[in-house]
């Protein structure tokens, strides 16, 4: 029989995996449901084999549902959906390429768009033919009239053959560019930026289309939301012009600042994008589009992270595992907050150079109910475990300001989780836990009791 299998750098939501599964039933005329699923870890012989399974659920003809973490070997959707019997290698072609996103217009015009527009045009340099879905998984209310940055991201999203779901959208929203005047009207009649922000404007000429945007920032060629806005244009322009020169104007970057290996550089190389005063270096393409993730501190995290959710009452009020998408911080009142980035008031400190106003955070946040105790958790493989040590320190301002004001907890506990090593126990005290390379589960002597009873579960002990 075959199986799903859902390959993902992100943590696996079971709300998110229910709405993939609904899609592919609906799509496959698969007889699928679930009751309450739960994602679990597989363990053989007392080990993690690196692969989760998805319990309390039906699949007709489907045998099993399965989630492998990976990475990308550059800009890399939040999911891809393979259904076979084995597990998926290199030659294997996905169903589904699904980006996922809590954010809304109401909280970003870019992040919720073009910020991941660029994923969806290196995807398809690697599988052209699959569905390709932009996943809204919106834990705030949708804001009730769509700005104009989001109607044009949506429409290039429909034009390039992007789905949208998870949002209520008009038939303006919905309805792709029928030709490029149409595309350079639309942009160029949005409204301009405050003074200061270069404008996004396109102009076209017999022999070339100039796109203006900003790409430096912090730097470097790091402008994630233009990069992505500039390289779906441009993917656009390509429906209908596939020889004209896209030169991208006030992009602020130099020469130094253009490396081959920036995924914007990828993609200007497959799509013919020129960088105006500045040689775009040819790139050497990635072999694969994928690969599955052994090396990440986040591989430890997420396992923790699912493990708890699965055999305690514990919660995980805030999670941003190794870089991956940051969540809200849940109050006790289970209203979502976003930890803003700098200390109240400090912010003009850290604009003149005071970088230690930020607010330091923690890859994941445990709230333990059963014994009203709160855990920072800092992710690190075996290799940095000693600045992940170091770095405990830095999280007075969240446990004084934002967590016991919300929990009142009896006690905050701040403790390392390790991926990696071959090492067959735990070396310092300040590391709870370690997964190490061959799956197996390693406690530290002063790990928090939730860990000590997921362990105890994994382990039939």
Known sequence: MKNIWILTEEMPKSNVIEVILGRIASDCKLPISADKLRILPIMENDRFVFKYKIENITCGSIDSVFIKMVSGSSSFVDFLIFIQESEPDQNSVPLYAIEETKTD??????????????????????????????????LVPQKEKPTQTNIFGMRMLKTIGV???????????????????????FKNSMRMP??????????????SIKVSGRLFKSGGLSHDPNIGALSIIAACIRKWEKEKDIIITFHGLKQKHVGKNNKFI??????????????????TDHESYWHYELSQEKVATIFMHIALLAYTDSEIIYANHGGAERSYFVHRTQELLAIPKYQ????????????????????????????????????????TRKAGISELKNFSYIDNKIIRPSYDPDSIARTVVVFGGKEKSVLE???SFVLNEYGELLLGKEAPECFKEVVKKLLGR
Do not use: H
Request: aromatic share 10%.
């Open 429 to 431: 005290k300040q590391i």
């Open 266 to 283: 990828q993609i200007a190389n497959k799509i013919n994008i020129k960088l105006d005063g500045l040689k775009i270096p040819a790139t």
């Open 163 to 185: 789905e949208v779901l998870g949002k209520i959208c008009s038939e303006e929203v919905l309805t792709p560019f029928s030709n490029l005047n149409e595309l350079i009207e």
């Open 105 to 138: 217009d109401s909280e970003s015009r870019n992040t919720g768009v073009y910020q991941r527009c660029s994923k969806f045009v290196y995807v398809d340099f690697y599988y052209p033919d699959i569905k390709k879905i932009m996943l809204y998984n919106l």
């Open 194 to 207: 405050p003074a200061g922000n270069t404008p996004i404007k396109i102009s076209a000429s017999p022999n």
């Open 344 to 383: 109240q008031g400090k912010k003009k400190f850290y604009k003149a150079g005071n970088k230690k106003m930020i607010i330091f955070l923690p890859d994941m946040i445990v709230y333990d109910k059963k014994r009203n105790e709160v855990v920072d958790v800092e992710g690190k493989k075996f290799t």
